[in-house]
């Protein structure tokens, strides 16, 4: 599979998902279960990529500048801070802290 | 914002005043003009870590046109980002059941979009967190119209624009590391995530699957781990672990 395919693929994948919330009777997710369960589906996906994302290295798992700039990002999202300020934080952070040779 | 009433019928017969009808048409431009414009600059980051993550500018400009749903496309580009190539099979994985959200957004946004299929069609590429939220927050049936459809294009001409900007300037930086670009990723999937850390449920689904896909990084290819932590979802909502009994189901 190519990068193109890969891209391509996947927004067809996402467009079709909201054309089908179109298509399909209401009453097909009326039911508690199917609801919650995308609600939930969400929640679970972005906090496994935060997680991923703040300590993976391909397989490894490493502890390095991304979690103090993380820890950052949290305390400014505590703050009710926009999501450009806290992303441009974190991003300062870590690059500050391996300027500074404190952190990998 | 209001608060959402998605089931109370729009007061939008002839027996409602005309005046109090465009009050809350400019309500909904207000509301739809505020949010665009908040939402939009963060294109420039989503740019700058698709090149990052090994897209080019062509590819990353794509998935904005088209795909055009943030949470999707961040964790798209971040599980390449992880795996590469090979990882493309868990990034699109990841994407579609990022995405599913946007399902249940469309049946909400359905009865207000009202019939015609080109209108219908178009609709669903504009139907996003924003779109929807800022659509269903308004209280007559015209400025719900309005209020979708001036968010979701909006958004869509602003994220696009400063997608472009964002993967130019990534295509100069370098070393996204040095710049810090693999921190912000982390952070802007964590800010995605915080306003729906509301509910005792959520946020023990979203510990857990934090936990699952930290354990089996080791085990697993990139991407799988974030897939496996799915299943918590599956199982929490289907069994209503931790949950609420008197949870009101939206339509």
Known sequence: MSMWDAVLIAAIVCVALKGIGYLVPPRWFEAPAPSRITDLLTVALLAALVAVQTLGVGQQVVVDARVPALLVAGGLLAFRAPFLVVVAAAAVVAALLRVAGWAA | ?251
């Open chain 2, 1 to 251: 914002m209001n608060a959402e009433h998605p089931d109370a019928p729009a007061p939008d017969g002839p027996d409602h005043g005309s005046h109090d009808d465009s009050r809350d048409v400019k309500t909904a431009w207000r509301d739809a003009i505020g949010v665009s414009v908040a939402t939009s600059a963060y294109g420039v980051s989503f740019g700058a870590l698709a090149v990052a993550s090994g897209l080019d500018v062509w590819q990353a400009c794509v998935l904005s046109l088209l795909m055009f749903t943030g949470g999707s496309q961040f964790a798209f580009v971040g599980v390449i980002g992880a795996g590469g190539l090979a990882a493309a099979p868990a990034a699109i994985a990841s994407a579609g059941l990022l995405g599913a959200r946007n399902l249940a957004y469309g049946l909400r946004m359905s009865p207000v979009i009202g019939p015609g299929g080109w209108r219908r069609a178009a609709a669903a590429l504009f139907t996003i967190d924003e779109s929807t939220a800022v659509s269903l927050a308004q209280s007559s049936r015209r400025a719900r119209l309005v209020g979708f459809w001036a968010t979701g294009i909006g958004i869509w001409l602003g994220w696009n624009l400063s997608t472009l900007a964002g993967a130019l300037l990534g295509d100069v930086l370098g070393d996204p590391r040095a710049y810090g670009l693999d921190a912000a990723a982390a952070a802007a999937f964590l800010a995605l995530l915080w306003p729906r850390l509301q509910q005792r449920q959520a946020i023990a689904v979203g510990a857990a699957a934090a936990v699952v896909a930290t354990v089996l990084t080791p085990v697993l290819m990139p991407g799988i781990p974030v897939l496996a932590a799915a299943v918590v979802a599956v199982i929490v909502g289907w069994t209503n672990w931790l949950g609420t009994r008197t949870e009101r189901v939206p339509t």
